[in-house]
T-cell receptor, first 113, second 112 residues
C-alpha cells in the first residue's frame, strides 16, 4: 500500500530536549516536504527536498532542521524545541515538483511544555 | 514569494445547496492550483486541481474555475451532503517551483 508514515504520532516534550520526527514514503517519490498546521494559519511549509541531499527552506524554517540522506526518508529535527513549536506536523511527498498530488502522512501532534 | 488568500474562513450551508470557496494569489507566474479536503482528525487529501492552461474543471459534484487575469480561482460544490463537511484548502505553485503555498482554509459545515 502506497503511504507516507510519520512517527511519533503524538509527543509531549519539554523545552530544549532535542527530538526527531521521522517520515518515510514507499512510493519512490523525489519530492518531500514538511508542513505545520496551526488553528487559523492553515498549512505552512517548513522545509522541502527535491531529491537526495537537496533541501531548501520553506516559509517557516526557524528552529527546524532536515536531512535527506535516502530517497524514502525525510526526518524533521527540532534541536531545542520551544513552546511556539507546539503544533500538528505533516510530512508529504509527490512524484516530482509540486505540480502534482501531494500525499500526506497522518500527522504528528507535538506539544512542547 | 507567493501569497494565497482564501475566503470565507467558515461557511455553513443547508444540505442540497451549493457552496463556493474563493482564493486569490499574488504571483502571476503560478500555474498550478490544487484543492485539498481535510476531514476532522484526518490528513489533507487532494480533491481536484487545475492548471493555468484550463479555465474550468469538473469532477462530479465539484468544480474549480480559474481566472488568470484576476488571479483568482474558486471551488464549487453542488448538491452538498453532510460528508462534504470538512476544512478545504486552496494552494498555488509556480512553474518549476518546489513550493506549494496554501490558503488558511475554509471550514465548511453542511447542515442536514
Amino acid at each position: 500500500e502506497a503511504q507516507v508514515t510519520q512517527n511519533p504520532r503524538y509527543l509531549i516534550t519539554v523545552t530544549g530536549k532535542k527530538l526527531t520526527v521521522t517520515c518515510s514514503q514507499n512510493m519512490n517519490h523525489e519530492y518531500m516536504s514538511w508542513y505545520r498546521q496551526d488553528p487559523g494559519l492553515g498549512l505552512r511549509q517548513i522545509y522541502y527536498s527535491m531529491n537526495v541531499e537537496v533541501t531548501d527552506k520553506g516559509d517557516v524554517p526557524e528552529g527546524y532542521k532536515v536531512s535527506r540522506k535516502e530517497k524514502r526518508n525525510f526526518p524533521l529535527i527540532l534541536e531545542s524545541p520551544s513552546p511556539n513549536q507546539t503544533s500538528l506536523y505533516f510530512c508529504a511527498s509527490s512524484l516530482g515538483q509540486t505540480t502534482g498530488e501531494l500525499f500526506f502522512g497522518e500527522g504528528s501532534r507535538l506539544t512542547v511544555l | 514569494g507567493e501569497n494565497v488568500e482564501q475566503h470565507p474562513s467558515t461557511l455553513s450551508v443547508q444540505e442540497g445547496d451549493s457552496a463556493v470557496i474563493k482564493c486569490t494569489y499574488s504571483d502571476s507566474a503560478s500555474n498550478y492550483f490544487p484543492w485539498y479536503k481535510q476531514e476532522l482528525g484526518k490528513r489533507p487529501q487532494l480533491i481536484i486541481d487545475i492548471r493555468s492552461n484550463v479555465g474550468e474543471k469538473k469532477d462530479q459534484r465539484i468544480a474549480v474555475t480559474l481566472n488568470k487575469t484576476a488571479k483568482h480561482f474558486s471551488l464549487h460544490i453542488t448538491e452538498t451532503q453532510p460528508e462534504d463537511s470538512a476544512v478545504y484548502f486552496c494552494a498555488a505553485a509556480g512553474a518549476g517551483s518546489y513550493q506549494l503555498t496554501f490558503g488558511k482554509g475554509t471550514k465548511l459545515s453542511v447542515i442536514p
